[in-house]
């Protein structure tokens, strides 16, 4: 995400920028596909039983979507309000979604839980 920031911002004072900026956004989408994006299959699995878990992974894979689709229609928007430091936001948004599943995940796996 940094090299994508950073080559967006520079893409108007230096031509080379907007390959790199492609080459970034490519290693984004690869990332995330490898990465987060087996969530949500694997994470529903994990925390629910076999009669909820067709409906946690409708839920899992609806909310996907519907922020995927949000975050098409917002991004134009925020680009040109400021820039090449548009992605910014969606790290901050995607930092705090990581920290939220991890704690919920840790609490899921508990002893406690167990009780």
Do not use: C
């Amino acid at each position: 995400m940094i090299l994508l920031t950073v080559s967006t911002v520079l893409s108007d004072s230096v031509s080379e920028m907007a390959y790199v900026s492609v080459v970034a956004l490519m290693i984004t989408i690869i990332g995330i596909g490898v990465g987060p994006m087996l969530l949500l299959t694997a994470y529903p699995s994990e925390v629910t039983t076999q009669v909820t878990r067709p409906n946690a992974l409708w839920l899992g894979t609806a909310i996907f979507w519907i922020t995927g689709t949000i975050v098409a229609f917002v991004f134009p928007y925020s680009q040109r309000a400021i820039g090449g430091y548009a992605y910014i936001p969606f790290v901050i948004l995607v930092l705090i979604e990581v920290s939220l599943s991890t704690v919920t995940a840790f609490q899921q796996k508990s002893p406690n839980h167990l009780n």
